[in-house]
């Protein structure tokens, strides 16, 4: 898009035009550092002026109590910072002395809150990927970077800790092509590692940039920009000659440069990065130690230099509600508004905020907004945007912008809300199912109320959360994606809402299918005097492919069973499929076809024909070889060396299969695969065995049929404790 385009799209009113704007997110592995990054962001752009650290429960964007006391991010947060590049750098800078708003959201990275990145990620225009200079690539690594490449961010990687024994760049970026298959490419070099680490290379100016030996006043470190070390120069250069490769296999113009032997100056190699990261097909890498508040400065500039704006990425694309026609919404403040509802959150203060992203036109305060899912109008009385813990009213958002709104009602998260003669869908965010459960109660009479208020609100704002009641035994169930997800639910239950709770012990999300196919019938016939009932429905079942889900289809010819009676068989058999057959437990990848039956003029309705639909399904799934599924978890455990014995034993008795042990940094990594039902408890026993100093982690990998040597047991517990079934 040319600068004239540009300006046409652009409100006047507008202090940040959509090209200097960058929506962005922080997403990494737990503990690699993105909330202590996204702290030194804050306070280099002016947001903040004392550093909080996440040990000291003083960070902006952790603010939850919870997330102050564990260390760990649990909601993702919204934030809007600006920055300016100097203009005295020597540096080439692309926006030198010009100022941009950067919208920031700080991912959770444990894999219990993966629907905080989810949503992020729908919602952003690019990504920061941080990485630990000592682990590299880590298991929640993956996902997030799988996360950015469903919903096609463009992303650069910045790998931090350079400072922390074992620091190893070269490591981190060999993970990076060979874990994620990306086509990675250093723009920045460390100038040293571990306590000697002093600086970073810029491989495009070829320049180095060297920070002091400690704090200035309450200024953070300030950097010099220097002529390489002597003895860096050659790796530089090296560095250089092979970023310029790369770029030139995928870019036009560098690559007619290379060809004709004519210089690149820095500025046409720094657009010719920006372009392929928006396009994702380069990803440039950075590197610095947040914690010691070096490279941050140039990870700020990286971000404004190479990161899309709203202006560089394709258009939103949403379909006419009712209908498969695509409408793409451009980014424009002058056309009709549009925007995705992405997160919602009950604050103390303000009361339920609405996080959303602006797509086009404007918003204003007394506008009126429309749902199209609810179909419902409402008037916007507040808007404001998040900066952690502080919120800060505004007049007006624009097209690219992230903002929450106030006081609205009826809204879900991936909700659309728009102006009413735009009537479009935009795409929401998906989220995984829940792998486990506990029964909850209130303790007092009293508490019965607010707990169900407190759990309608968290199952609000959680997309993975989800509570219900057990009709064979009238218990409250809540389900979650772990142990510390139900654990932080309960605790906000308490703290919150003030709901004391007794808690059951967590229970598997097992799932049923089957091995083979096979046919079935169902006859529903009731007679006692006068008008009766009669239902009769005879189905095929067989296997679907993994992960493909249910298949329901209609087979019927000849009017066998009359067309107004279909949809009542088709109830019937989701109703069975979602109950279960053989332990009470939700049936998955399963092709259903109706295909015979038979109907009475006077006897039949929809609730026989429904009765026939659930018999039907039960009767063939008991011929067809049917199994029970089990969640696996896929996990990694980091241990030094003279626990992996113990610690390798422990998993094996946990059903457990090693899939690789490697070394790194002087530490063993064990991978495995692990059933979800061996895991309770894990995080003490591995205290335990290592005396503190193994770590693991785990993300949900698939389903696994459960042993014969463990399925009697299951069958046990499932009938003697509906309440556990989901």
């Given at each position: 898009?040319s600068?004239?385009?540009?300006?046409?799209?652009?409100?006047?009113?507008?202090?940040?035009?959509?090209?200097?704007?960058?929506?962005?997110?922080?997403?990494?592995?737990?503990?690699a550092?993105?909330?202590?990054?996204?702290?030194?962001?804050?306070?280099?752009?002016?947001?903040?002026?004392?550093i909080?650290?996440v040990?000291?429960?003083?960070?902006?964007?952790?603010?939850?109590?919870?997330?102050?006391?564990?260390?760990i991010?649990?909601?993702?947060?919204?934030?809007?910072?600006?920055?300016?590049?100097?203009?005295?750098?020597?540096?080439?800078?692309?926006?030198?002395?010009?100022?941009?708003?950067?919208?920031?959201?700080?991912?959770?990275?444990?894999?219990?809150?993966?629907?905080?990145?989810?949503?992020?990620?729908?919602?952003?225009?690019?990504?920061?990927?941080?990485?630990?200079?000592?682990?590299?690539?880590?298991?929640?690594?993956?996902?997030?970077?799988?996360?950015?490449?469903?919903?096609?961010?463009?992303r650069?990687?910045?790998?931090?800790?350079?400072?922390?024994?074992?620091?190893?760049?070269?490591?981190?970026?060999?993970?990076?092509?060979?874990k994620l298959?990306?086509?990675?490419?250093?723009?920045?070099?460390p100038?040293?590692?571990?306590?000697?680490?002093?600086?970073?290379?810029?491989?495009?100016s070829?320049?180095?940039?060297?920070?002091?030996?400690?704090?200035?006043?309450?200024?953070?470190l300030?950097y010099?920009?220097?002529?390489?070390?002597?003895r860096?120069?050659?790796?530089?250069?090296?560095?250089?000659?092979?970023?310029?490769?790369?770029?030139?296999?995928?870019?036009?113009?560098?690559?007619?440069?290379?060809?004709?032997?004519?210089?690149?100056?820095?500025?046409?190699?720094k657009?010719?990065?920006?372009?392929?990261?928006?396009?994702?097909?380069?990803?440039?890498?950075?590197?610095?130690?947040?914690?010691?508040?070096?490279?941050?400065?140039?990870?700020?500039?990286?971000v404004?230099d190479?990161?899309?704006?709203?202006?560089?990425?394709?258009?939103?694309?949403?379909?006419?509600?009712?209908?498969?026609?695509?409408?793409?919404v451009?980014?424009?403040?002058?056309?009709?508004?549009?925007?995705?509802?992405?997160?919602?959150?009950?604050?103390?203060?303000?009361?339920?905020?609405?996080?959303?992203?602006?797509y086009?036109?404007?918003?204003?305060?007394?506008?009126?907004?429309?749902?199209?899912r609810?179909?419902?109008?409402?008037?916007?009385?507040?808007?404001?945007?998040?900066q952690?813990?502080?919120?800060?009213?505004?007049e007006?958002?624009?097209?690219?912008?992230?903002?929450?709104?106030?006081?609205?009602?009826?809204?879900?998260?991936?909700?659309?809300?728009?102006?009413?003669?735009?009537?479009?869908?935009?795409?929401?965010?998906?989220?995984?199912?829940?792998?486990?459960?506990?029964?909850?109660?209130?303790k007092?009479?009293?508490?019965?109320?607010?707990?169900?208020?407190?759990?309608?609100?968290?199952?609000?704002?959680?997309?993975?959360?989800?509570?219900?009641?057990?009709?064979?035994?009238?218990?409250?169930?809540?389900?979650?994606?772990?142990?510390?997800?139900?654990?932080?639910i309960?605790?906000?239950l308490?703290?919150e809402?003030?709901?004391?709770?007794?808690?059951?012990?967590?229970?598997?999300?097992?799932?049923?299918?089957?091995?083979?196919?096979?046919?079935?019938?169902?006859?529903?016939?009731r007679?006692?005097?006068?008008?009766?009932?009669?239902?009769?429905?005879?189905?095929?079942?067989?296997?679907?492919e993994?992960?493909?889900?249910?298949?329901?289809?209609?087979?019927?010819?000849?009017?066998?069973?009359?067309?107004?009676?279909?949809?009542?068989?088709?109830?019937?058999?989701?109703?069975a499929?979602?109950?279960?057959?053989?332990?009470?437990?939700?049936?998955?990848?399963?092709?259903?076809?109706?295909?015979?039956?038979?109907?009475?003029?006077?006897?039949?309705?929809?609730?026989?024909?429904?009765m026939?639909?659930?018999?039907?399904?039960?009767?063939?799934?008991?011929?067809?070889?049917?199994?029970?599924?089990?969640?696996?978890?896929?996990?990694?455990?980091?241990?030094?060396?003279?626990?992996?014995?113990?610690?390798?034993?422990?998993?094996?008795?946990?059903?457990?299969?090693?899939?690789?042990?490697?070394?790194?940094?002087?530490?063993?990594?064990?991978?495995?695969?692990?059933?979800?039902?061996?895991?309770?408890?894990?995080a003490?026993?591995?205290?335990?065995?290592?005396?503190?100093?193994?770590?693991?982690?785990?993300?949900?990998?698939?389903?696994?049929?459960?042993?014969?040597?463990?399925?009697?047991?299951?069958?046990d517990?499932?009938?003697?404790k509906?309440?556990?079934?989901?």
């Amino acid at each position: 898009m040319s600068p004239e385009d540009k300006k046409t799209v652009n409100s006047p009113n507008r202090q940040y035009p959509m090209e200097r704007t960058r929506n962005i997110g922080i997403a990494a592995h737990i503990d690699a550092g993105k909330t202590t990054t996204t702290e030194r962001i804050l306070f280099y752009t002016g947001l903040i002026h004392k550093i909080g650290d996440v040990d000291d429960g003083n960070t902006v964007t952790d603010w939850m109590e919870q997330e102050r006391e564990r260390g760990i991010t649990i909601t993702s947060a919204a934030v809007t910072c600006f920055w300016t590049q100097k203009k005295e750098d020597p540096l080439v800078k692309s926006y030198a002395g010009i100022a941009h708003r950067i919208n920031i959201i700080d991912t959770p990275g444990h894999v219990d809150f993966t629907a905080e990145v989810e949503r992020s990620m729908r919602v952003l225009d690019g990504a920061v990927a941080v990485f630990c200079g000592v682990a590299g690539v880590q298991p929640q690594s993956e996902t997030v970077w799988r996360q950015a490449t469903k919903y096609k961010v463009p992303r650069i990687a910045f790998v931090n800790k350079m400072d922390r024994t074992g620091a190893n760049f070269e490591n981190a970026l060999s993970d990076m092509r060979k874990k994620l298959n990306a086509y990675a490419f250093p723009i920045f070099l460390p100038i040293g590692a571990e306590e000697n680490f002093e600086g970073v290379i810029d491989v495009v100016s070829q320049k180095a940039i060297v920070w002091g030996p400690g704090d200035v006043a309450n200024e953070g470190l300030r950097y010099e920009v220097k002529e390489i070390p002597e003895r860096l120069r050659e790796k530089s250069k090296a560095a250089l000659a092979e970023l310029i490769d790369a770029v030139s296999n995928k870019d036009d113009v560098i690559a007619e440069l290379v060809l004709d032997e004519k210089p690149i100056e820095p500025h046409v190699l720094k657009a010719a990065i920006r372009r392929l990261t928006c396009k994702i097909e380069l990803v440039p890498v950075l590197c610095g130690s947040a914690f010691k508040k070096k490279g941050v400065q140039p990870l700020l500039d990286a971000v404004v230099d190479y990161l899309p704006g709203p202006l560089d990425v394709p258009a939103a694309e949403g379909l006419e509600p009712g209908t498969e026609n695509v409408v793409k919404v451009e980014a424009d403040d002058n056309i009709k508004f549009c925007s995705l509802a992405f997160k919602l959150w009950t604050d103390p203060f303000a009361g339920k905020l609405v996080f959303f992203r602006v797509y086009s036109g404007q918003l204003k305060k007394g506008d009126t907004i429309y749902n199209p899912r609810t179909r419902r109008r409402e008037r916007v009385s507040r808007l404001m945007v998040i900066q952690g813990s502080e919120r800060k009213d505004i007049e007006q958002a624009y097209a690219g912008d992230i903002a929450a709104l106030v006081g609205l009602r009826n809204i879900t998260t991936g909700d659309t809300l728009c102006d009413e003669d735009f009537d479009v869908t935009l795409e929401p965010p998906t989220f995984p199912e829940p792998v486990i459960s506990m029964a909850v109660e209130p303790k007092t009479k009293a508490d019965r109320d607010k707990m169900s208020e407190g759990l309608q609100r968290l199952a609000e704002e959680d997309p993975t959360f989800r509570c219900f009641t057990n009709e064979e035994t009238g218990q409250l169930i809540i389900a979650g994606m772990g142990e510390l997800h139900l654990e932080i639910i309960i605790d906000r239950l308490k703290r919150e809402f003030k709901v004391e709770a007794n808690v059951g012990a967590p229970q598997i999300a097992y799932r049923e299918t089957i091995t083979k196919s096979a046919e079935g019938e169902g006859k529903f016939i009731r007679q006692s005097g006068g008008r009766g009932q009669y239902g009769h429905a005879c189905i095929t079942l067989e296997p679907n492919e993994k992960g493909k889900g249910i298949e329901v289809l209609n087979k019927i010819v000849g009017g066998t069973i009359p067309k107004e009676y279909i949809p009542a068989v088709i109830d019937g058999v989701e109703e069975a499929i979602r109950g279960g057959v053989y332990a009470g437990y939700q049936v998955i990848d399963v092709k259903v076809a109706i295909v015979d039956g038979s109907f009475h003029e006077v006897d039949s309705n929809e609730l026989a024909f429904k009765m026939a639909g659930i018999f039907a399904l039960k009767d063939a799934f008991k011929k067809a070889n049917p199994i029970l599924l089990e969640p696996l978890m896929k996990v990694e455990v980091t241990t030094p060396d003279e626990y992996q014995g113990d610690l390798l034993g422990d998993i094996n008795r946990r059903r457990g299969t090693i899939i690789g042990i490697d070394a790194k940094a002087g530490q063993t990594i064990l991978n495995a695969h692990v059933p979800l039902a061996e895991m309770f408890g894990y995080a003490t026993a591995i205290r335990s065995l290592s005396k503190g100093r193994a770590s693991y982690s785990m993300e949900p990998l698939t389903f696994e049929q459960v042993p014969n040597s463990v399925l009697t047991q299951i069958l046990d517990t499932a009938k003697s404790k509906p309440a556990a079934r989901t």
